[in-house]
């Protein structure tokens, strides 16, 4: 849903301020919101007819007018519509009986997440089902022109389904000497073919069920029906009839002039392409977007107040006023551009390829010509000003009917903000923002890796079972532009740009001389760190970690290397290899997130792991959760038979952490028990 569209809610609630906090949250999410109220049956009667809404939203408290009655005063309006039900808390009665009245979602006003959910969705399926509607009209419009040309037209033209004919026009009829439809329905298209040539249709017909690409024009010898054969030009095109795929066959017996034909393809007021040939250049457009070409665009052109406009004129004065119009969009099109008309005053224009900036800027000189033009209508002169609504063209929107759509509902989204307002779809938007987003944000890592912008924080792993020393979780963090940065977030772009390892090597370079700071002032500790994928393949790791453990003169298993169990069991044969290797320079290794699979104690028949970390999910909620509480205690008794030491992670109350002692747990650590803490 775009955030400057603008939706129109009627909220039948009794409380004005819940209306008001709705429509704050709404507007400070970036919705623009035009709302009414109405508290009895007459009120909302006055509010449909006003507003049109877009969405009622229903407290079924409000005491004064019921759901159905609503629904029928929506009904009798004629209009699309959704009704959301307005509840303050989810009563599994209420909300079925909301539903059953005709209620098209519940919104609760506790959870401003669910609420602009379902408004969004709502909102979205309602412009989906509008867009539908003109889809339809739009389609079953230019069926009935394509009938129209087709039976107007001079060129012989048939349509063929596996072979056999379902549709011609006259000329078709009278070129081949038949009377009526009748004596060709049913019958093969190679019946009108010559036997010198049946040969080669044969082939053609056979390559267009394979999907084979047809030549635009074969020659060929015809047969009418009195068996006198005849040279022809044949043409081939895709198409469908009654919603079934055929062919489009075109036999030419002539040769059409082509200073006719342009004229033919012309607007006689404006001079640019008529609606017609205006959507074969459309076609044309997104068939080629949809083998790569980038940068096109189509743009949709109205003048503002055109009712106005005429009426102040005259309806006579109309025709001239518009071709003046048309002028001004004429001079800016370049060598590869085109312009048509595409409706009563809608121009459609299709740019070539060229920046996204260039394309808005294009957009602003023709709305300064406009606007700065002195148009003559008779003896009148006036000026004018022009709403532009376009939409990129790519490969995701390479549909003409989505594109017609997108560009459409961008014009009438300039129109709603004023006069002389454009508005550009751009299908890749968010694509390029992230990219744009990305960017900055590997060079803020870049940098951060480069000027020590990273930096380390511990949490105090607790043991219940009076294991010596101290135990820590290392914490990564970035300093970034408005404060530190967790890792989920920055860690990604690292993945994708190949960074991780030289994070990973930053982190165990600290930790380890941290390490060797403490044993130095006696303090025997061990400290969790993560690693990822890139490290557990780089075959140059563990020379570079039996280096520096030997520099630090740790004692062994100090430090234990960590990752996730869904990531090992992807990489196992490397994981095996490593961890053969990390074993014998006296490292350990945990296994994080143990439990989330559907077989993990089979997994350590493979990997030699020294420590399981419980899956946080087994946490939530944990003295409330008999199933969690049970399943915890199980992966301690197999993992005590296995002689390994568990680890329960977010641990965050003390009633837990007793379950947690009753079922075995070797450690704990959570912010209950500490805050993570900047590693000195």
Known sequence: MKKDFVIKILFIEHSVEDAEQIISLLRNTGIAVRPAR????????????????DLVMFDPGNGAITLPEVIRMLDAQGSDYSVLGLVGTLDNQQVATLFEQGVHGIVTRGMPGQLLAVLRREFDALQNRRMLRRLESTQRELERRCDALLDSSRDAITYVHEGVHVRANQAYLEAFGHESFDDLLGMPILDMIDAASVDEF?????????????????????????????????????????????????FRRQTIDPAMLEQLQRDPVTGLYNRAHMLECIDHAVIDAAKGKKGQALLLIEPDNWSSMVGGIGLAKADELLASFSDRVRILLGANDTAGMLAEHTLGVILDSRPDEAIREWIAKLQQSIAGAIFDAGSRSITATASIGGSLLGEKNANTELLLNQASQALRTAQSLGSNQADLHDPSAREKADEERERYWLDLLRKALDDKGLMLYHQHTISLQDAEGDYSEILLRMDGPQGEVLPGFFMPIADKHGLTGAIDRWVLDQAIAALQRREGMGQQTTFFVKFTAASLQDP???????????????KRGRLVLEMTESKVMTLLRPAQ????????????????????????????????????????????????????????????????????????????????????????????????????????
């Open 540 to 554: 140059s790791l563990l020379d570079w970690l039996g280096e520096r453990l030997a520099q630090a003169g740790l």
């Open 577 to 680: 290899e490593f961890l053969a290797g990390w074993k014998k320079l006296g490292g350990r290794f945990a296994l994080e997130q143990f439990g989330s699979g559907l077989n993990s104690f089979q997994l350590l028949s493979h990997i030699d792991a020294d420590y399981l970390k419980i899956d946080r999910s087994y946490m939530a909620d944990l003295p409330k959760s008999p199933d969690n509480q049970k399943k915890v205690t199980e992966i301690c008794q197999q993992a005590r038979e296995l002689k390994k030491q568990t680890i329960a992670e977010w641990v965050e109350d003390a009633t837990s952490t007793s379950l947690l002692f009753a079922a075995g747990v070797d450690f704990v650590q959570g912010n209950f028990l500490q805050v993570p803490q900047r590693l000195d």
């Open 202 to 250: 044969k082939n053609l017909l056979r390559g267009h069920t394979r999907q084979e690409k047809l030549p635009n024009q074969v020659s060929l010898r015809a047969r009418r029906a009195d068996g006198s054969p005849f040279d022809a030009t044949v043409e081939f095109a895709p198409a469908t009839f009654e919603g079934e795929p055929c062919l489009q066959i075109v």
């Open 38 to 53: 109405a508290t009895a049956a007459g009120q909302v009667q006055t509010a449909l007819a006003e507003l049109e809404p």
